[in-house]
């Protein structure tokens, strides 16, 4: 009994119910994120409560219990406080300016007995009891904070973040979560949506019910998963957040489900595996993943076995997503597939006059009858020109006959993607009747490649219309294998989905285009090298002065890895670079850990200072500075990156600049309005690092232990106690992370 009785009592406490826990400010009940938005190497854990841009709010316990353990750090939950309740949670209170009194007191007495900002004290239960409503800090803005804030979470005894918005407060929300887009992704090899073996986006309308919808019915065909683009909205805030629950239903048969109620920290570096990683590395926007690839571990947040990749049998399916937020509030998504067989058309022109032109569609691979065409027009340089109207369309037996305008061909190609009696997209065809001068001799191709979770593509664009076939060519110093091209656009060709081992010790990708007795050869370099989860693999540059070396766990599938050399990169703001830039291959994977990369400088900079490997952030559009290792003796330099980045060699010579500070040189302040010390430092290269070592400070001969705020690259410390009338100094240094240094002294007086 006793066992049970205890049993019951932790289950209870892990429920808690809403109503016993209060609001940790006296503030409106509003906040700028909430629990498990995905921040790509891991989840937030709690909910950003807003302050309304002020520091200083009074902060409160929420239940009865004690205070646990303070925390202080330059980077992170910055100042931070835990509670340990007495129903059994945990709650932390991060980015605070300062604790109760009290506290603060023993705060700064472990600064100066550690000689350091950087505390962290642990608390019996009997030192700081507090009951609910009790004062026990004030909100701020520190460590990685981009704004004042409350970051508050609700853990279970063993320190696993719970959703506070479903396990701790209940608040008023009557406003639906909003569904944007969808994207199906072909994952088995062959697979095609619409006809296409690429990934496909597509918008999502709402009826007048509230009901989002497909845009039309979405063909398919082999194994596929949806990735969906949706957020939630709540009353008095603009604010978007991540919604709670979704579910994919299939049939009327739940295929998958995903809940944000409860994710344990060892689970946050899975972050980038929930997302459909590649489409927000492409800029496309963050979509949800509704299915789970075998190689990503399970997590809590998915809540049923059933993997969510899909195979349909040939015919009509239903889907319906079903996407709630924390207070139940449902948006409904609905839409139609068509399970088909892959297709082919061919087109034939059958009458023309002055006016009209009738083609023949005649179904060839897969003989369904074509019921209806769309027809899109390209100029002969491969732009989009326009959708072309049908004039009039008849059925013939299995075949559509299309009328247009003959307008619509001068100086076009024709792209016809015809429509069979399920619905189903079928392989565009490409029809015109330019008669150019040019042949496959007179265009430039030009070779872009795609890597995929499951999967590579090459494609290829030409810069002007021919009527070609293309073929691929895989091929080392002694073999080569053949792959053919579909013509996707008029002047765009795509290979198949190739597998990683169809790349295994590639040295070449040979372009070849055909037209009747003409043909033409181009050659592409480059260095593939396979990666396979529990085995070293690295890669080289064509030049062999950069490369990129994975770990045993640097992946999470088989893969290969590349290098391209940089035509034309992001221009440095400041600095000089001094190698080629290098970007590397697969830019848009989800890496499980990281890289290690190299790259080699000559000899004539053998003697320069202060060089680093730098990556690109393209969304913050700016190099950013990796920790660098400078082998001088083989003039190469190493660096470790998360990401498959942009990285080329940058020489930093200029120190911080001290943009702002507080009290100003030469000031005479009040005694009341002297009470904190601020100073603004910026770094446009390589920054300056969240550490002790990094700053100096002193009040007269007095060393302080100032905050560091990265974000907002802010330096500061409040006083704790008032000054007295008279004159005073200060002196600060700060040194980025290339030892570039900055001092300065100023000078005030108090009355």
Same mark, same amino acid.
């Given at each position: ?255 998958? %489900? ?90 034939? %022109? ?145 290979? %198949? ?255």
């Amino acid at each position: 009994m006793i066992r049970t009785f205890t049993i019951i009592l932790t289950l209870a406490s892990e429920n808690i119910l809403p109503q016993d826990v209060m609001w940790p400010t006296q503030t409106n009940k509003v906040f700028s994120s909430n629990f498990g938005e995905n921040r790509d190497d891991h989840f937030h854990m709690g909910v950003d409560i807003k302050t309304g841009g002020k520091i200083g709010l009074e902060v409160l316990a929420v239940e009865d219990g004690y205070i646990s353990r303070i925390r202080s750090n330059y980077t992170g939950y910055g100042k931070a406080l835990y509670l340990r309740t007495n129903s059994g949670h945990e709650v932390v209170y991060a980015h605070l300016e300062s604790f109760n009194p009290i506290i603060e007191k023993i705060w700064r007495l472990q600064q100066g007995k550690r000689k350091s900002y950087v505390v962290d004290t642990q608390f019996s239960p009997k030192d700081f009891q507090v009951k609910k409503g009790d004062l026990i800090g004030f909100s701020g803005n520190t460590g990685n904070s981009f704004a004042p804030h409350i970051h508050f979470e609700y853990r279970t005894s063993k320190s696993v973040p719970l959703n506070p918005l479903t396990r701790a407060f209940e608040l008023e929300d009557n406003t639906k979560p909003i569904a944007k887009e969808i994207a199906v992704i072909p994952i088995s090899p062959g697979a095609l949506i619409n006809a296409s073996p690429l990934t496909q986006i597509f918008p999502l309308f709402r009826d007048k019910k509230g009901v989002y919808h497909f845009a039309d019915t979405l063909s398919v065909f082999g194994e596929f998963g949806f990735a969906i683009k949706a957020v939630d909205k709540r009353e008095g805030a603009n604010n978007i957040y991540q919604f709670n629950r979704i579910e994919l239903i299939v049939d009327n048969q739940k295929e998958f %489900e995903l809940e944000y109620t409860k994710i344990p920290f060892r689970q946050g570096k899975f972050a980038k595996t929930i997302i459909q990683y590649d489409l927000k590395k492409q800029n496309l926007g963050e979509f949800q993943k509704l299915y789970k690839l075998p190689e990503h571990k399970k997590t809590s947040i998915h809540t049923i076995n059933s993997t969510g990749i899909l195979g349909l049998s040939p015919g009509y399916h239903s889907v319906e997503i079903n996407i709630y937020d924390a207070q139940n509030n449902k948006t409904v998504v609905k839409g139609i597939l068509a399970g088909t067989f892959p297709m082919t058309l061919e087109a034939k %022109e059958i009458y023309r006059d002055r006016k009209v032109v009738t083609l023949a569609l005649i179904p060839r691979r897969g003989g369904l009858p074509i019921k209806n065409a769309i027809v899109y027009s390209f100029t002969p340089y491969g732009f989009a020109d326009q959708k072309v109207e049908l004039i009039n369309t008849e059925r013939v037996k299995k075949d559509l006959h299309i009328t247009l305008a003959t307008s619509s061909l001068e100086k076009r190609v024709l792209q016809i993607i015809g429509i069979n009696q399920l619905g189903g997209m079928v392989n565009p065809y490409h029809w015109t009747d330019i008669s150019s001068e040019l042949s496959v001799v007179d265009v430039r191709p030009d070779l872009k490649i795609s890597n995929t979770e499951r999967g590579m593509f090459f494609q290829v664009s030409l810069d002007n219309y021919v009527p070609a076939i293309a073929q691929l060519r895989l091929a080392n110093d002694n073999t080569f294998r053949a792959f053919k091209l579909e013509q996707i656009q008029p002047n765009v060709y795509l290979s %198949e989905k190739l597998s990683h081992h169809n790349i295994d010790r590639i040295k070449y990708v040979d372009v070849e285009l055909s037209h009747k007795d003409l043909s033409r050869q181009t050659r592409f370099h480059y260095s593939f090298t396979p990666v396979v989860p529990g085995n070293e693999s690295i890669a080289f540059s064509n030049d062999r002065n950069c490369s990129v070396k994975s770990s045993p766990g640097s992946f999470y599938q088989n893969s290969v890895m590349w290098i391209d050399e940089v035509e034309v990169s992001a221009p440095i703001k400041k600095g000089f670079r001094l190698s080629p830039v290098y970007q590397l291959q697969p830019f848009d994977l989800a890496l499980r850990g990281e890289v290690q990369v190299g790259i080699r400088y000559d000899k004539g900079l053998s003697e320069h200072k202060n060089l680093g490997i730098y990556y690109y952030n393209p969304k913050k559009e700016k190099w950013n500075y990796a920790t660098t290792k400078n082998n001088r003796r083989k003039m190469i330099l190493t660096a470790s990156l998360e990401h498959m980045d942009a990285i080329t060699i940058i020489q930093d010579l200029e120190p911080p600049k001290i943009s702002k500070m507080f009290p100003g040189n030469g000031g005479r302040y009040s005694l009341k309005d002297m009470n904190k010390i601020s100073i603004t430092v910026e770094d446009h290269l390589s920054g300056i690092e969240a550490k002790e070592s990094s700053f100096s400070l002193k009040l007269n001969e007095t060393v302080l232990y100032p905050a560091f705020q990265p974000i907002q690259k802010k330096v500061s410390y409040n006083l704790d106690k008032q000054l007295n009338r008279g004159s005073y100094s200060i002196s600060f240094k700060v040194k980025d992370r290339m030892e570039n240094e900055t001092s300065k002294i100023i000078y005030f007086s108090v009355f």
